[in-house]
């Protein structure tokens, strides 16, 4: 009820300002790196390279079309041209990771193509796993694996990983 609509109102202004604004709040609090996955992130990217932090940043990636390939996926695309146009920008301080929502928003083929990029590139990969007790069981339930045996076997875990939530 709440954050779906509200994420909907998001643009590059609204997380630039949100991410300078919570950057000064880590700073603050002596944090000066961190990792984020969400949208926007040339906004998120720009501010990291304006307050001087460190950070890993990557666009968030949901599939649920059993049908689609990197060549349609045009999130993975976002990906890919995050990358290419961040990796490494501020003396080496801004790192673009892969990012996979979580196992249950997104089909295995995503799964495996996403993964072969971040190996190929050397890249970390970030996702959300196994956030609830409910998320864990119902994916056992329904596949009879748990979400971190889904992933291992479309090679998500095949680079350094950013497991968050557990």
């Not at 045009?74 to 990012?99: C, I, N, P, T, W």
């Not at 119902?138 to 557990?166: M, Q, S, W």
């Amino acid at each position: 009820k709440f954050i779906l609509p509200a994420e909907e109102k998001l643009n590059f202004r609204r997380v630039y300002y949100g991410s300078k604004l919570a950057i000064a709040e880590m700073i603050r609090n002596g944090v000066v790196s961190f990792s984020d996955m969400y949208f926007f992130q040339e906004a998120t990217a720009e501010a990291v390279l304006e307050m001087g932090v460190k950070a890993n940043i990557s666009r968030s990636i949901v599939s649920f079309d059993p049908a689609i390939t990197k060549e349609t996926d045009e999130r993975f695309a976002e990906s890919v041209r995050l990358f290419e146009q961040y990796h490494g920008a501020g003396d080496g301080r801004l790192k673009v990771d892969m990012s996979l929502h979580a196992e249950y928003s997104n089909v295995d083929a995503c799964c495996r193509y996403v993964a072969e990029f971040a190996k190929e590139n050397g890249l970390n990969m970030h996702i959300h796993l196994s956030e609830t007790r409910s998320e864990h069981e119902n994916c056992v339930e329904k596949y009879g694996k748990t979400p971190t045996a889904i992933l291992a076997e479309n090679g998500v875990f095949d680079t350094r990983t950013t497991a968050a939530h557990c």
